[in-house]
């Protein structure tokens, strides 16, 4: 089955601890996305990645860090700079635009508690 | 000015009625439109896409675009229970990225 993979769905951490969610796919997509939701609010992006060894800053990319070595693979690490880390966190990928729909396709989140 | 604004809600309307769901967006050059579905507790999933002025059709679901307006809607016709969730409009603004709404929650009442 193609699709995101994102784990763990729940995760538990101390304030002051770094922390990297995992987001693998298998669509042979070369475009990935982090987004951050909160309740009750859309979706803010964090970071994302056109290609593999680059990636851009998002609207929320401040207390975040990234790295896409492989295609296939793109971690979030939250680090304790971020002032309020507890939220839902989405991976995403999509065709790039000119490579046909570029809709953006999500994983299943990973729910980050930090106290 | 948001860049994309949706009524928060919540929306709610009788089972087999049709649930009219809007959305504005503030960039002119945007190109592409879509709507997700989000369950409370799930992430978002994909249910239209729409990329020219016009209705687009998808089982109960019609999306319709109105760039002159700057307004992107989702009709559910025959709204079910299983409906009831929040919808997300997104607008690709700047290449491939999107921006969403805030999302409009819609609760279908049997």
């Known amino acids: 089955d193609g699709g995101i993979t994102q784990s763990p769905k729940y995760l538990f951490r101390k304030e002051g601890q770094n922390v990297t969610l995992s987001c693998e796919q298998n669509l042979n997509h070369d475009a990935m996305y982090w987004y951050r939701q909160d309740p009750g609010q859309g979706l803010r992006l964090i970071y994302y990645?056109?290609?593999?060894?680059?990636?851009q800053k998002g609207d929320i990319a401040e207390g975040y860090s990234v790295s896409r070595e492989k295609k296939e693979s793109f971690p979030l690490t939250v680090t304790s700079a971020q002032k309020n880390p507890t939220a839902f966190y989405l991976c995403?990928?999509?065709?790039?635009?000119?490579?046909?729909?570029?809709?953006?396709?999500f994983g299943p989140g990973t729910r980050l508690t930090v106290t | 000015q948001k860049e994309v604004e949706q009524n928060s809600g919540p929306l709610s309307v009788p089972e087999g009625a049709i649930a009219s769901l809007n959305c504005t967006y503030s960039?002119?050059?945007?190109?592409?439109f879509f709507w997700y579905r989000q369950y409370s507790g799930k992430s978002p999933e994909l249910i239209m896409s729409?990329?020219?002025?016009g209705d687009k059709e998808d089982g109960r679901f019609t999306a319709q675009l109105n760039k002159a307006s700057q307004y992107v809607s989702l009709l559910i016709r025959d709204s079910q229970p299983s409906d009831s969730a929040t919808y997300l409009c997104a607008v690709n603004i700047r290449g491939g990225k999107l921006i969403f709404g805030q999302g409009t929650e819609l609760s279908v009442k049997p």
């Open positions: 995403a990928s999509s065709l790039l635009p000119g490579q046909g729909a570029h809709e953006q396709y």
């Open positions: 960039d002119r050059g945007s190109q592409s």
């Open positions: 729409i990329y020219s002025n």
């Open positions: 990645s056109q290609i593999v060894n680059d990636f």
